[in-house]
């Protein structure tokens, strides 16, 4: 079992940058990737960016070179940088982790809401 809990959003104008965080407690060390989702009212939660145990990196299109993804030494906590925010950035945020080779297991945070007003 993972256990995520997520920090770091809030409102902020376009343009703004944000910071999330997502930290993992439990079973960490069979993690393979964490990553974050975002989800809108009326729409299907859909992945922002992931990262690997390896290092490994996947984006979205619509926030390549805007946002970032890392994680801390210990690889139990996983960042989410946020640049150049737009409204159509607004949404909740969850944090998910993948156990185990793939598929996996999928664990999630309960999300974490970011405003961007224009």
């Known amino acids: 079992q993972v256990q995520l809990v997520e920090s770091g959003g809030g409102l902020v104008q376009s343009g703004g940058s944000l910071r999330l965080s997502c930290t993992a407690s439990?079973?960490?060390?069979?993690?393979?990737?964490m990553g974050w989702y975002r989800q809108t009212p009326g729409k299907q939660r859909v992945l922002v960016a992931t990262?690997?145990?390896?290092?490994?990196?996947h984006y979205t299109d619509s926030v390549k070179g805007r946002f970032t993804i890392s994680t801390n030494d210990a690889k139990n906590t996983v960042y989410l940088q946020m640049n150049s925010l737009n409204p159509e950035d607004t949404a909740v945020y969850s944090c998910?982790?993948?156990?185990?080779?793939?598929?996996?297991?999928?664990?999630w945070g309960k999300g974490t809401l970011v405003t961007v007003s224009s």
């Open positions: 998910n982790a993948v156990i185990g080779v793939p598929p996996g297991l999928d664990f």
């Open positions: 990262i690997t145990s390896f290092g490994s990196t």
């Open positions: 439990g079973t960490i060390f069979s993690i393979y990737s």
